[in-house]
């Protein structure tokens, strides 16, 4: 346990920028849950399940962090600022996992069965984030700020959003970007509802172009209007009706149609 301990403060040297000495270290609220944990797990598994408690309650009144003494959770575990945390009893826990304050890892059923997540080894999960059910965060994901995961995450994969989603922008996948990016939730300029919205409002704009197409191919009556309507004076008047004519025949193509990313 002692050199369990020993990694763990050595983690946080490693992960915390703003860790200066070992007096500092000692502080921290993540390193005095983790160690309660510990003793805590062990008297669990051992069937003092009251003792336990009482030890796992009592950490949760020093340092604002709740961590079931059921939960399993590997080593060189490190939650940075920790205010808020919540663990559930069946959450398994991999090695060097990297955990931000008000993260939740909760249960959605009532039976007794596995019920929270297992997180494998190398994940980051970000400051709110929820991770809820009896689901896998594969190893070295990245789960980003307040997101909500109510399914699988792949390995290596990085999940933002509510729900959360994989985000590949650019070609470039999430998992690549750094951590200060993945702390961010719109993870620079990705967001995925945003994103969902920008190509639906530009669908939207391409199917009224075409509309516009097929009801002047349909009535070419209005072309005569349209006609009529320009001013014989207006010095562009030529121009105007030209556009109007391949706007009108249905099998033309606008110069901006085969330009890459349109419409899309």
């Not at 559930?88 to 955990?99: F, K, P, R, S, W």
């Not at 320009?230 to 105007?240: K, T």
């Amino acid at each position: 346990m002692f050199a369990t301990i020993r990694e763990d403060i050595q983690t946080i040297f490693h992960k915390d920028p703003a860790a200066r000495s070992i007096w500092e270290v000692f502080t921290y609220a993540g390193l005095w849950a983790v160690f309660h944990h510990r003793v805590a797990h062990r008297l669990w598994r051992w069937g003092l399940k009251f003792p336990a408690r009482l030890v796992s309650q009592w950490s949760r009144f020093l340092t604002n962090i709740e961590i079931h003494p059921g939960a399993q959770i590997g080593r060189r575990f490190f939650i940075d600022h920790g205010a808020g945390v919540v663990i559930g009893e069946t959450a398994i826990i991999g090695n060097d996992v990297l955990m931000y304050h008000q993260v939740t890892l909760g249960g959605t059923s009532l039976e007794k069965i596995k019920r929270h997540p297992t997180i494998g080894n190398n994940v980051l999960i970000g400051m709110g984030a929820k991770v809820i059910g009896n689901i896998t965060v594969g190893n070295n994901a990245r789960i980003g700020a307040n997101s909500v995961v109510t399914r699988d995450v792949p390995e290596g994969a990085t999940a933002i959003g509510i729900p959360a989603r994989i985000m590949i922008p650019d070609g470039l996948h999430m998992s690549q970007r750094t951590t200060e990016q993945v702390m961010d939730m719109a993870l620079g300029t990705a967001d995925p509802m945003g994103e969902l919205i920008r190509r639906t409002i530009s669908d939207l704009q391409d199917l009224t172009d075409r509309m516009d197409e097929v009801e002047a191919f349909v009535h070419p009556e209005l072309a005569e209007l349209f006609e009529d309507a320009i001013p014989e004076h207006l010095p562009h008047r030529h121009d105007l009706l030209d556009m109007y004519d391949q706007m009108s025949d249905p099998m033309s193509v606008k110069p901006h149609e085969n330009e890459q990313g349109s419409g899309i």
